[in-house]
């Protein structure tokens, strides 16, 4: 008995923990670029060295543009400090 009810706490408490894992972030905008967590639906790539990223484009087709502050970093694109996106427009 005790070994059933166990085994029922545990796969409860399992399925609880996977379960919110397994749900995307519903706050992340395919508009809004965020190059730290290299979140870059529009593209991602670099100009002298220094990268940037951006979001997809809306109908306008203005969107979302973000580079990093400096070229220079450990780890890749993901470890340099970026600046805020700004908006382009056409």
Do not use: R
């Amino acid at each position: 008995m005790f070994k059933s009810l166990a085994l029922t706490g545990v796969s409860v408490l399992s399925a609880a923990v996977l379960s919110t894992s397994a749900h995307a972030d519903p706050g992340l905008d395919p508009h809004t670029p965020n190059g730290g967590a290299l979140w870059c639906q529009g593209g991602l790539g670099n100009v002298a060295l220094i990268p940037f990223c951006n979001g997809l484009p809306y109908p306008d087709g203005s969107y979302w543009h973000q580079e990093a502050a400096s070229p220079f970093g450990i780890g890749g694109p993901a470890s340099l400090p970026w600046k805020p996106p700004v908006l382009v427009k056409p």
